[in-house]
C-alpha cells in the first residue's frame, strides 16, 4: 500500500498562511483521489478538500463550506505530490491535518470526499492557529 507522508504544519498567527504537502511513495498514486481530512479534540474527522485523479476528465475538487475562497488543493503528479495552500487560517482551523488516498481509482473529489472511500492515510500533522 502506498506511504504518505505530510509536511507542512505548524503554528501560525490566525490571518496567517501554511501550506502542506503529502508526498506518496508510490506513482500511481496520481490515478487515484487525494483528500485532506482534519480532526480537532472532541470531533469527528471531517473533509477539508479532495482533488480527483490527474486523468479524470473533469478535472473536479471538493472543498468544506468552511474553507472555500481560503485553501486551495493542487497536485504536481510528477513529484507525486498534493499541496493544501491555506490562507485566512482561523482558530477554527487548528486541528491533525491527514492526507489520504482513496481506494478507488473510480472515485471522485466531488462525489466521494468522505473519509470512507479513502483507505491509504498519512499520520497526521498539527497545524494551530493562535490568536
Known amino acids: 500500500q502506498v506511504q504518505l507522508i505530510e509536511s507542512g504544519g505548524g503554528l501560525v498567527q490566525a490571518g496567517g498562511s501554511l501550506r502542506l504537502s503529502c508526498v506518496a511513495s508510490d506513482g500511481t498514486f496520481s490515478s487515484y483521489a487525494v483528500g485532506w481530512f482534519r480532526q480537532a479534540p472532541g470531533k469527528e474527522r471531517e473533509p477539508v478538500s479532495c482533488i480527483s485523479s490527474s486523468y479524470d476528465g473533469d478535472g473536479s475538487t471538493f472543498y468544506a463550506n468552511d474553507v472555500k475562497g481560503r485553501f486551495t488543493i493542487s497536485r504536481d503528479s510528477a513529484k507525486n505530490t498534493v499541496s493544501l495552500q491555506m490562507t485566512s487560517l482561523q482558530l477554527e482551523d487548528s486541528a491533525v491535518y491527514y492526507c489520504?488516498?482513496?481506494?478507488?481509482?473510480?472515485?471522485?473529489?466531488?462525489?466521494?470526499?468522505?473519509?470512507?472511500?479513502?483507505?491509504?492515510w498519512g499520520q497526521g500533522i498539527q497545524v494551530t492557529v493562535s490568536s
Open positions: 489520504a488516498v482513496a481506494s478507488s481509482t473510480t472515485y471522485s473529489a466531488q462525489a466521494h470526499c468522505v473519509a470512507g472511500y479513502f483507505g491509504a
